[in-house]
């Protein structure tokens, strides 16, 4: 069996076309057939009205070309560089895709054959040993454009916090942009911070003419003293700060009250480590803000947390908080916001809302008036189970939105169990008693005070930052999630660490009978929710999963959904498609599987196969319009394994 997620698994005993305001910039408006922003254009919907491809033929689709990162020509040079997944999801504009690499490098290729037009490298990896977090890893660079002159800007935040400014037909660097084309970003967020502790990987947001920048930061920690997630922005022509927003209120500020004991001096993380949704109408951005300092533990700062867990609607010009709503209330979970909300204008009972709906780990959609911060159905502060760990503090409720309904497993019961057969069964429910199962939000215990939380969603599960997609035409989104179950005890960790208790050594995997899930199916699937209802339209499975497996096979499942990796799997919509990595179905082995793109059709969510890939795709995909031919083009490759980083670009023949 070759699913590596369950093999993973061990005993507990050792126990993640819009109006533009004049005179402003061109961030969310893009050309048809081109994609100038992470998630297609400022909605994030990740939507292109191309329909080329189609139902019928998108299983004739072939490599059109393919270009090696430029990452493999450093890392080569030395073992000290371990360069990660490819992860970018490319822009398209002008006739040029323009891509990061896992190191932060820059590359502008023409878009109907992969030749470099140029290519730009910060350097990054002689400046720093290793960035925090995920390590050298980046998700995409950010494409601005003058809507009063010809001027075309690519920018990038670097692992080694640097924001950068790069003319997109040439490379080069604007003199006039911060200090020679290049803004430092250490120096901005009021503490001293350790570069080896914060680093930047994903696109910053592009609202007009202002730049929005988060951050990541390291997970794990000994000290409950932390660099602050405080998002900021700046200029695109000069690179000047314009405002910063503090994730965790400071002194007298709106929320600084949510931090008792005045924990705010010192709490650190609280960051937008993800990508961000823009209405560019509205002036508005999004921020889908983290847990604070710890993940599962938070005795050293109590109260409810604001801006933790919370979505906030900022005005981008000034920085002011225009709404915002908490979704976990002093976090215990990792239940930090991985991803960018999508923003659809629907007709719930007759009435026009313009919304953003945001998914979430815990696998709820929170969908709301984007313009009001009002949710368009009722969300219920309902009673949340209490622990017993030392100093802790826990909120007495947390929010359950009555629509739409959660679109993955919450909380895990005996029921929940496989039962493929009576051995299975029986084993799992053997398995099972040596967790402690409850419902969502049931908090974390002390290592040999009680049994290990098994929680779902696990950190991992849910939606996760390749995020959603959304129909503009029909107001349906489209949500890949997985099934990702746990196991999470605390320890004590004495001084010098002020941490107070952390994970030993983390949340791990949850073992199930014969190294297969635990859980009944579908382990990742893909999800349609009608936002004019709240209803969900319809549940695909998404890859095969375990359906082959000796204990298996003959039973003649159908699709269980699973591979390996740690998300859902990125999504795409056309005219005529949902297009999602990773889903391919009636394989011999599920890392087949995992080596394609699949679709769907969006009506109905029917599976209407995949196409191979050289290597697995961890990249989101993106489709584009060159010389009157769609193109589809994602990033694979790269990591520990031996397939080289590798943007493949498909067309039909």
């Not at 896992?102 to 990054?124: C, F, I, K, M, N």
């Not at 007298?252 to 960051?271: I, K, L, M, P």
């Not at 560019?280 to 604001?306: A, F, H, K, Q």
Request: hydrophobic letters at 35%; one cysteine or more; glycine letters at 10%.
């Amino acid at each position: 069996m070759h699913n590596l997620h369950w093999r993973l698994g061990i005993g507990f005993g050792l126990l993640a076309i819009t109006w533009i305001a004049p005179g402003s910039a061109t961030a969310q408006t893009a050309e048809i057939g081109e994609w100038r922003a992470y998630g297609a254009d400022g909605t994030n919907n990740k939507y292109s009205p191309l329909d080329q491809i189609t139902v019928t033929n998108f299983s004739d689709l072939e490599i059109a070309w393919r270009w090696t990162s430029i990452s493999t020509e450093v890392t080569r040079q030395g073992e000290r560089i371990n360069a990660g997944l490819f992860k970018a999801t490319p822009l398209m504009a002008d006739g040029l895709v323009y891509v990061a690499t896992a190191l932060g490098q820059v590359a502008a290729l023409d878009a109907g054959t992969g030749e470099s037009v140029w290519t730009y490298d910060p350097r990054s990896y002689e400046r720093l040993e290793r960035p925090a977090n995920i390590g050298w890893q980046h998700r995409g660079v950010s494409y601005w454009s003058d809507a009063t002159s010809d001027d075309t800007r690519i920018f990038i935040a670097t692992h080694d916090q640097r924001l950068i400014a790069l003319n997109a037909k040439t490379g080069a660097l604007y003199p006039d942009f911060g200090e020679n084309g290049i803004v430092d970003l250490s120096v901005s967020l009021g503490r001293p911070t350790d570069r080896a502790r914060l680093t930047h990987s994903s696109p910053v947001a592009v609202v007009r003419d202002t730049l929005v920048v988060g951050s990541s930061l390291t997970d794990q920690t000994t000290t409950r003293e932390a660099p602050p997630g405080h998002v900021r922005a700046f200029d695109t022509r000069t690179g000047a700060m314009k405002w910063i927003f503090h994730t965790i209120p400071q002194g007298d500020e709106f929320g600084a009250d949510s931090w008792q004991n005045e924990s705010w001096r010192y709490t650190g993380h609280t960051n937008v480590w993800g990508n961000m949704a823009v209405d560019e109408e509205l002036g508005y951005v999004y921020l889908p803000i983290s847990t604070p300092t710890n993940d599962w533990y938070g005795g050293m700062r109590p109260g409810n947390n604001l801006f933790a867990e919370s979505i906030v609607c900022v005005d981008a010009e000034t920085g002011q908080r225009i709404w915002h709503f908490q979704a976990v209330h002093h976090g215990l979970w990792d239940y930090d916001f991985p991803t960018a909300g999508n923003l659809v204008d629907v007709t719930v009972d007759g009435r026009p809302i313009k919304t953003i709906a945001q998914p979430s780990k815990q696998a709820f959609t929170y969908v709301f008036d984007r313009v009001t911060g009002d949710p368009v159905w009722p969300i219920e502060e309902r009673p949340a189970p209490a622990g017993n760990v030392p100093g802790e503090w826990y909120s007495p409720t947390q929010p359950f939105p009555t629509k739409p309904a959660p679109f993955d497993l919450q909380g895990i019961t005996v029921d929940d169990l496989i039962d493929f057969t009576p051995e299975l069964r029986e084993e799992a429910l053997r398995l099972a008693a040596r967790g402690r199962l409850g419902p969502i939000f049931t908090p974390p215990s002390v290592k040999g005070e009680s049994k290990p939380l098994i929680q779902s969603p696990g950190p991992g599960g849910g939606v996760n930052w390749p995020g959603a997609a959304a129909d503009p035409e029909t107001g349906r989104l489209f949500i890949p999630s997985q099934t990702r179950l746990r196991a999470v005890e605390l320890v004590e960790y004495p001084p010098p660490a002020t941490v107070g208790y952390f994970t030993d050594p983390w949340a791990v995997p949850v073992p199930g009978p014969q190294g297969l899930p635990l859980v009944k199916p579908p382990y990742k699937r893909v999800t349609a929710i009608d936002l004019n209802t709240g209803d969900h339209a319809w549940m695909s499975p998404h890859g095969d999963g375990p359906r082959n497996h000796p204990a298996l096979r003959d039973l003649n499942l159908p699709a269980l959904g699973g591979h390996s990796g740690i998300h859902g799997g990125g999504a795409m919509v056309t005219k005529t498609l949902l297009i999602v990595n990773s889903g391919g179905r009636y394989v011999i082995d599920e890392a087949e599987g995992a080596r394609t793109i699949a679709a769907y059709h969006k009506k109905t969510g029917e599976y209407l196969g995949a196409v191979a890939l050289p290597a697995v795709p961890s990249g989101n995909p993106m489709t584009y319009l060159h010389e009157d031919k769609q193109y589809i083009a994602v990033a694979t490759g790269g990591g520990s394994g031996s397939s080289p980083p590798e943007l493949i670009v498909l067309a039909l023949p």
